[in-house]
Each structure stands twice: as C-alpha cells, then as structure tokens.
C-alpha cells in the first residue's frame, strides 16, 4: 500500500483551498479532477479545460483518492469513536454503550 509521501504530486497546504489535496503547484483539488471523471470527462476532456495539468496528474489525483478511500476504510472499520450523533435533535453525546454494533 501507498504512503502520502509517494504521492509527488498531490500537496496539501491550509493556506491553499483550505488544506484539501491539491496538484502541487495549483489550486485544482483532487476532489475536482474525481468529479469531472465521475461525470464523464475524459483525461483530454480535464487536460483541455485545465491546462496546468499534465496525464500523470491526473493518475496520481485517482491513485490519492483510492488510497485515501482504502485508509479511511480501514480507520472506520477499526475505530469506534466515543460518541453518538442524533439526526432528530441534531446533537452529538459520548456513547456509554461501546460494544453496540454500528449502524454503517
């Protein structure tokens, strides 16, 4: 499995976009370039509308997303986290049931 740091492309820096993933040396997140995909767009398509962008951008934005996806995966199913939130009221508690089972 990948590591953040084999991923040369991808940055992330709070004073840009907030700290969300982007193309080092842009401000075009990695949640853009996966919307446009999912859309429909070609690499052509995304490399027309953003220039600044190169093939292996865009490989290396889907290779981030899938191993962000496989570690979030891997956190939720291994970490229950002390609370519970309740859509009703819109309010959140620490859970003194912890060995309930999830509602995933």
């Known amino acids: 499995m990948a590591v953040m740091n084999q991923f040369e492309r991808i940055s992330h820096d709070i004073d840009i976009m907030g700290g969300k993933a982007c193309v080092k040396g842009t401000r075009i997140t990695v949640d853009v370039i996966l919307m446009l ?16 962008l190169t093939t292996e951008d865009i490989t290396e934005a889907l ?28 309010s959140m508690w620490m859970s003194e049931n912890f060995d309930a089972p999830l509602d995933v």
């Open 63 to 90: 290779r981030y997303a899938a191993w962000i996806v496989g570690t979030k995966d891997e956190v939720v199913l291994s970490v229950r986290p002390p609370f519970e939130y309740n859509v009703i009221s819109d």
């Open 37 to 52: 995909i999912s859309e429909g767009a070609s690499f052509s398509d995304i490399l027309a509308e953003y220039p600044l």
